[in-house]
């Protein structure tokens, strides 16, 4: 039997199968008792304190390498990659799903897959605010790409759900049109996850508040921009940038970085003021689907929906990058692939009481 998330099986509930991302909003409404469709703007201006963890463990990185598993499960990457295009075939949103979930996870506690872990007492890292719009199909992704590795008797039980969570994120970047990479493998899964360890940024972040959370990562000004080319793919609810499409009454006057005009007249087409919570728009207004430098290009046309995203073009202090990048795809995906090595390598960890290979993705063994 397949094992599913308990975010996607909830999500199935209403859908029959998770393939929208409309369900995942009703899940987590009811599985939360604080409905994003009211809280999501307001939660984003409450975030006033940024609280960066340290999770840089240069000795446990220095032991991850491309070769791992060479002799352990030798078929792995070409598993991985045949269980991704399945997901990718199924659900056009699992790509971008899967490699939001791998930064979501290695921001916090590190590369460890404890973003997949479903806790009994409702305790984990998932239900946290923050991670309320993490889409079931990232998760799926990861669930049936370890069903695909587990099949193989040589593979059973040897391969990490933090390593195949990297290498599905991988291929969902490849498998869109983006650079290909190798990927360090070696990582162990972590036994805990909980709500409180959840810190990420917002997109009420100003370009020092971006660069203080990454720097706590150990990732750079530079780093920082070309992760946020991982926009190229995806989309965003219309809570996270309404406050941008209007002005609110009784709201506290907030900086938003200037937006083009009929983009701004399109958007409130898209998201009015009683916009739908399942509402979603791309954030690569240039070329949503594909993995390429669009992210940037929309972003000189201001046409970026998240104004964490477009503060990376009206600050003046990265502008000049931006706009590298959005005239150059190679220096780009450079940038891209050497920072998302970077990324996994966040706080890995090996073996050892902490750690361990888990069986069940959603499940310390
Ligand atoms: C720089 C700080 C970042 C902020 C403030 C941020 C914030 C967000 C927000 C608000 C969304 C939309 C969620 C929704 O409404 O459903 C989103 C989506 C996304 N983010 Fe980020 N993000 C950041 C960095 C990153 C990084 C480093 C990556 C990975 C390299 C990433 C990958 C994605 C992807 C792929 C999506 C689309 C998800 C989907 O379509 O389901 N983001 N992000
Ligand atoms: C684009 O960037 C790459 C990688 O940094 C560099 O080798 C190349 O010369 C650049 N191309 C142009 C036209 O500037």
Known sequence: KPVRHELAGAASHTSGRARKGNSLREAIERETDRPMAKLGWLASLA???????????????????????????????????????????????SAGATLRLFFHDCAVRGCDASIMIVNSNGDDEWRSPDDQSLKPQGFQTVLDAKAAVDKDPQCRYKVSCADILALAARESVVQSGGPNYQVELGRYDGKVSTKSSVVLPHVDFNLDKLNAFFSGLGLSQTDMIALSGGHTIGVTHCDKFVRRLYTFKGARPQYSPPMNLAFLRQMRGTCPLNYSPTTVAMLDAVTPNKFDNGYYQTLQQQKGLLSSDQVLFADRRSRATVNHFAANQTAFFDAFVAAMAKLGRIGVKTAGSDAEIRRVCTKVN
């Open 47 to 93: 975030a006033a304190v940024v609280v960066v963890v340290t999770l840089r463990s240069p000795l446990a990185a220095a032991q991850l390498r491309p070769g791992y598993y060479a002799s352990i499960c030798p078929n792995l990457e070409t598993i991985v990659r045949n269980s991704v295009r399945q997901s990718m075939a199924q659900s056009q949103i």
